[in-house]
């Protein structure tokens, strides 16, 4: 069963950035679309984006375009998600979550498992 | 983008009692909908999806259906442990998007 672990927890001022890493347990890291979705304190779920670790493709949510940068690293199954120019409303939860296998052209769009969450609080 | 709605915000069920959670998009998505459960302070979980397929090791009292812009969750008789938030997610069309969610409370 695969797990998904991240790193944890960060404190940032606002303006800096952040880079939040997603480590897969098995060696199929490569197979699978890993998607990033946030959650503000007491909030719903936001979609970020995904990267396909096999070959580097990254697609991100538009509100997101201009601030995010999603990346991996196949020889330690590590995806990475990066947020800059951070403000006090990026404060969340970050979730990174594995693209659903299966027939469909969609499937990839769902998201399991799901990582344990990495808090980012963004205070001066 | 398409607007994920879900009814009601909260919902009061005593145990072994079933739950029903509706969902609503704000176009058309056909059966690219997907349910998940959140309990406090723990990572979303899988439960249904394409409206109606149950994940891997999810009990049979969890039940989606649905197509197009309406679709419901039911939880046949409500355990301990479904007492939780669930959000309902649209996969059809970027970007992807949740519902604000149904938080199921114990009565």
């Known amino acids: 069963q695969v797990q998904l672990v991240q790193s944890g927890a960060e404190v940032k001022k606002p303006g800096a950035s952040v880079k939040v890493s997603c480590k897969a347990s098995?060696?199929?890291?490569?197979?699978?679309?890993v998607h990033w979705v946030r959650q503000a304190p007491g909030q719903g779920l936001e979609w970020m984006g995904w990267i396909n670790p096999n070959s580097g493709a990254t697609k991100y949510a538009q509100r997101f375009q201009a601030r995010v940068t999603m990346t991996r690293d196949t020889s330690i199954s590590t995806a990475y998600m990066e947020l800059s120019r951070l403000r006090s409303d990026d404060t969340a939860v970050y979730y990174c979550a594995r693209g659903l296998y299966g027939s469909g052209s969609f499937i990839f769009r769902i998201f399991d498992p799901w990582g344990q969450g990495t808090l980012v609080i963004v205070s001066s | 983008e398409i607007v994920m709605t879900q009814s009601p915000a909260t919902l009061s069920v005593s145990p072994g009692e079933r739950a029903t959670l509706s969902c609503r998009a704000s176009q058309s998505v056909s059966s690219d909908l997907a349910w998940y459960q959140q309990t406090l302070g723990q990572a979303p979980r899988l439960l249904i999806y394409s409206a109606s397929t149950r994940a891997t090791g999810i009990p049979a009292r969890f039940s989606g259906s649905g197509s197009g812009t309406e679709f419901t969750l039911t939880i046949s008789s409500l355990q301990s442990e479904d007492f939780a938030v669930y959000y309902c997610q649209q996969f059809n069309t970027w970007p992807l998007t949740f519902g604000g969610g149904t938080k199921v409370e114990i009565k």
């Open positions: 098995r060696k199929t890291f490569t197979g699978y679309y």
